[in-house]
């Protein structure tokens, strides 16, 4: 589900997998939902990957992280039950 933290600086940084991202709407809504948690510097969402990157001041709680993500509209998954984006579109994008 995640990559282990890494901290630099004060800073930690934590990869996620996230299904069912289909265009930059979807990048959006995740970037604002997990942007909106406490401690968040920045939000970086790989939409070919399905990865997003979360660097905070604090290591995160897994289950907020997925609550955002979930608020999206979308879901924490395990990186080795992750799939490539194609098919269906959210809707936004037609």
Known sequence: ???SPTQAADQTVT???VS???CGHCVSSVTTEVSKLPGVADVDV???SGTVTV???APLEEAAVAA???EAGYELVPAAEAEPSAGSCCG???
């Open 15 to 17: 990869s996620y997998s």
């Open 1 to 3: 589900m995640t990559t």
């Open 46 to 48: 790989d939409l070919a």
């Open 68 to 70: 955002a993500v979930t």
């Open 92 to 94: 936004t994008c037609h």
């Open 20 to 22: 069912g991202m289909t």
């Open 55 to 57: 660097t905070s001041h």
